[in-house]
């Protein structure tokens, strides 16, 4: 499946995200301000924006889970160089492109990871964030809205479909690792704004089947190695905007609708019911939650 582009000048990088937050897209481009290098957008996800995008801006709508909606923008791609976000996030580095670019053609290498650095609410996070354990700074160090080839990208495979919403991208980077290549970690920060996002977070929701399918691929023995226990399950481009592949999470499916609308409601209650009774097992998380409900109400 591919979005055709017969207009414009071939981009530099390309950056892709799975997008359903319209109404910070537009920070977000202001964030990577005016760089040397050519870039491009491409978004894929349920919700359009309802005001006119940038020229260098695609929206491709699909329903598909998070990690088929990102695969789907990284084969729309039209630049040689590819880069992942979150459009929760926005840069907090001036020229951002231009620096990631600048340290990937230093290295002269296709098998290498340029990662921007974390940070959370105007809050340094890198020291313990990159890291394939948190705990553990001597094992491998895992990227954040990496830049990489398009080429390697695909020669590896892509991202593999048994991953729903999270983990996939520390997936690829061991696959880079187990090529020789490397993760680099750049001077670029970008930031993550948590404030008064009510939202489910995919991380929290999908951290056990995510997570734990990364560490039954990439450890033995709660060490990391590197060599892939299974082979990558690519993504296949039969009806790949419209069904979701592998395991879907709450997204859509290839059963009628409104089954799964039923199905994914429930699933949605019990996530919530789970952190309710969380809550009250540890108050502090209890009253957190009720304000969001709170603050959900008055939203309303």
């Known amino acids: 499946m591919e979005v055709n582009i ?13 997008a359903h937050r319209p109404q910070n897209w537009m920070k977000l481009h202001k964030s990577i301000g005016s760089n040397q290098v050519d870039f491009e957008l491409v978004f894929v996800g349920p919700t359009p924006a309802d005001y006119q995008l940038p020229e260098n801006f695609r929206f491709i709508r699909s329903l598909v ?10 084969r729309n791609a039209r630049a040689d160089l590819v880069m992942n976000i979150a459009d929760d996030c926005e840069f907090a580095t001036v020229n951002p492109l231009d620096k990631l670019y600048k340290l990937y053609q230093i290295s002269n290498s296709d098998k290498v990871i340029i990662s921007s650095r974390m940070m959370t609410n105007g809050q340094d996070q890198s020291d313990f964030a990159h890291r394939f ?16 080839s398009k080429e390697t990208y695909c020669d590896l495979g892509g991202i593999d479909r048994n991953f729903i919403a999270i983990m996939w991208d520390l997936d690829l980077a061991m696959r880079v690792y187990s090529l020789g290549g490397k993760v680099v970690l750049s001077d670029v920060y970008l930031n993550e704004n948590r404030d008064g996002n009510i939202e489910t977070s995919l991380c929290s929701e999908f951290w056990k089947q995510d997570r734990g399918l990364l560490e039954s691929l990439w450890t033995v023995n709660g060490k990391v190695c590197l060599s892939r226990k299974r082979p990558v399950e690519p ?9 979701s592949q592998g395991p879907r999470g709450r997204w859509r499916g290839n059963h009628p609708l409104i089954f799964e609308k039923m199905e994914n409601g429930i699933k949605k209650a019990r996530l919530f019911l789970g952190k309710i009774s969380r809550g009250i097992r540890k108050p502090k998380q209890y009253l957190y939650y009720f304000k969001k409900i709170a603050w959900r109400r008055e939203s309303n």
């Open 6 to 18: 017969t207009n414009g000048k071939k981009p530099d990088i390309s950056i892709v995200a799975s």
């Open 65 to 74: 889970k998070p990690t088929q909606c990102l695969e789907i923008a990284f």
């Open 133 to 148: 354990f948190t705990s553990d700074k001597n094992s491998p160090l895992m990227p954040l809205s990496g830049l990489m």
């Open 235 to 243: 993504f296949s481009d039969i009806n790949i905007l419209d069904v």
